[in-house]
């Protein structure tokens, strides 16, 4: 999916922060670089954009009242702050952005909406797909073109619950990132760059409620942040052996990572506590499904595996609990 993309115009700087993801758009006069994207098809911002969202109160992500969406990045040039919003009456989107990164996240901003998505490949094969797969046409896989932004988080929810996660990467961005450019307010913020994740005190990773075996997998991964990076760039093969030549760097920490950073429609998550059992349940009724038999059932959709996955997740399909949840171990309390 490609589609019509303007010239980049500059709009001039006057005035300082303000708290506008709290509410709605910018304020008049707000300093930003920004362009218009003409999508050949429907783009859904929130099923594009949701999966790089990590938690309700992520720093880094905001939708407001206006139905805008908000992100705060770290470029290879410096970060910087995005706001999409799509008008549905004319089929375009425009994006403004602010701070050293802003013209690198514009030139992205088509393969973030899916621009280099190709959703027509897809061929459901089971009724619930094929339902879920019709009422969604704005679904595209996002691209960030980032990879530890994606990495690190991921590294953050190995092992623990999703808001044991979301807490830690709250309290480490707000802790050791920056504020947002742009009109974001102080309730954004960009996240550590290289560096200051390597130079993060033990104590800190375990007040966010880190243990040392995650606090370690991404000091590893910072410290060669460079070649993570390149990941971003290569075919999905290569660059899931790129991250997992890290230790602590497994399939289902790559898989993830990938999804969001690459667009891969095939990176099929594995490992996972409770994927195989949804997935499992949703095609065949078998809540008991393994890894194995995830993929056996995943087989007929080879080449758009994630795909397929997200729109039987998005079905809403899931087995009846019968067991209580992972155990939530918060080391910050010990």
Do not use: C
Not at 219 to 238: F, K, N, S, T
């Amino acid at each position: 999916m490609a589609g019509r993309f303007d010239p980049l115009t500059r709009t001039a700087v006057r005035g300082g922060r303000t708290g506008v993801p709290a509410g709605g758009g910018v304020p008049a006069g707000a300093g930003s670089l920004s362009r218009v994207w003409a999508p050949e098809g429907p783009v859904d911002l929130g099923l594009t954009l949701g999966p790089l969202r990590r938690g309700p109160h992520d720093p880094t992500f905001r939708v407001t009242a206006d139905g805008s969406v908000w992100r705060a990045s770290r470029t290879p040039v410096g970060p910087a702050t995005l706001r999409v919003a799509a008008d549905r009456t004319i089929g375009t989107v425009r994006a403004e952005a602010w701070g050293p990164g802003a013209e690198w996240l514009l030139d992205g901003m088509p393969a973030l909406l899916g621009a280099d998505d190709d959703p027509s490949v897809f061929v459901p094969r089971h009724r619930l797909v094929h339902a879920s797969h019709r009422s969604r046409p704005g679904l595209r896989l996002t691209r960030t073109g980032l990879v530890l932004e994606s990495l690190i988080p991921t590294v953050l929810e190995q092992k623990v619950t999703s808001d044991e996660a979301y807490r830690s990467w709250r309290r480490l961005v707000r802790g050791f990132g920056e504020p947002a450019p742009g009109p974001a307010g102080t309730d954004m913020y960009v996240m550590p760059d290289a560096r200051t994740w390597a130079m993060i005190p033990s104590w800190d990773w375990h007040r966010a409620g880190v243990d040392a075996k995650r606090s370690g997998t991404v000091v590893r991964a910072v410290r060669v942040a460079a070649r993570m990076e390149e990941a971003a760039a290569m075919p999905p093969g290569r660059a899931a052996a790129r991250l997992e030549a890290v230790p602590g760097i497994g399939p289902w920490t790559s898989a993830e990572t990938l999804q969001r950073s690459n667009g891969d429609p095939d990176a099929v998550t594995t490992g996972d506590l409770h994927l195989p059992g949804i997935i499992g349940y949703a095609l065949v009724g078998d809540r008991d499904a393994d890894d194995a038999a995830m993929l056996e059932l995943l087989a007929p959709y080879a080449g758009q595996r994630h795909r397929a996955a997200r729109l039987i997740l998005l079905a809403g399909r899931t087995p009846p609990r019968r067991a209580p949840r992972m155990y939530r171990n918060d080391i910050a309390h010990f």
